[in-house]
């Protein structure tokens, strides 16, 4: 019998100008979303599309640094406005990625939000590696586009 074990969840923190809710609607509403989530010459996403409710599902499509289409979606498991986020991800840039858990928690203090992602359920160490300094650049983006 073989155990597949997952990894140390990926944590990355950043604190934003900006109050709780502008953040929350700025990682959920599909007009904001493709505004700030990436950066020509990495990968850009150009179109988001949600259904937003717990069991509602997600998506959204872009261009990778090679100019090829990508996707990512999942369904929405919390979501408690503007204080927690949390959804699967499912991508489609590897030949067979394991669904993950993705969760923001939004903490407000005096008009500034701590924002922690939280990235759970990896199973290889690189898709891990590389999502823990993905969230980096992301976190970063959006601090940009809410400042």
């Given at each position: 019998m073989t155990v597949?074990?997952?990894?140390?969840?990926v944590i990355q923190e950043i604190?934003?100008?900006a109050p709780a809710t502008k953040v929350f609607d700025a990682l959920t509403d599909p007009d904001q979303l493709p505004?700030?989530?990436g950066e020509?010459?990495?990968y850009h996403?150009?179109?988001m599309e949600r259904d937003l409710k717990v069991g509602g599902?997600?998506?959204?499509?872009?261009?990778?640094?090679?100019g090829k289409p990508f996707a990512v979606e999942g369904v929405y498991r919390v979501i408690d406005r503007p204080r927690v986020l949390e959804y699967t991800w499912n991508y489609d840039w590897a030949e067979k990625p394991a669904e993950t858990i993705v969760r923001f928690d939004l903490s407000e203090s005096g008009g500034k939000t701590r924002v922690r992602v939280?990235?759970?359920?990896f199973k290889d160490q690189a898709a891990r590696d590389s999502h823990g300094e993905g969230w980096k650049t992301v976190l970063i983006?959006?601090?940009g586009f809410l400042q």
């Open positions: 597949s074990q997952t990894l140390p969840d604190t934003i100008n505004q700030w989530w020509d010459g990495i996403v150009r179109k599902t997600w998506r959204s499509t872009g261009d990778g640094a090679d939280t990235h759970s359920g983006w959006l601090s």
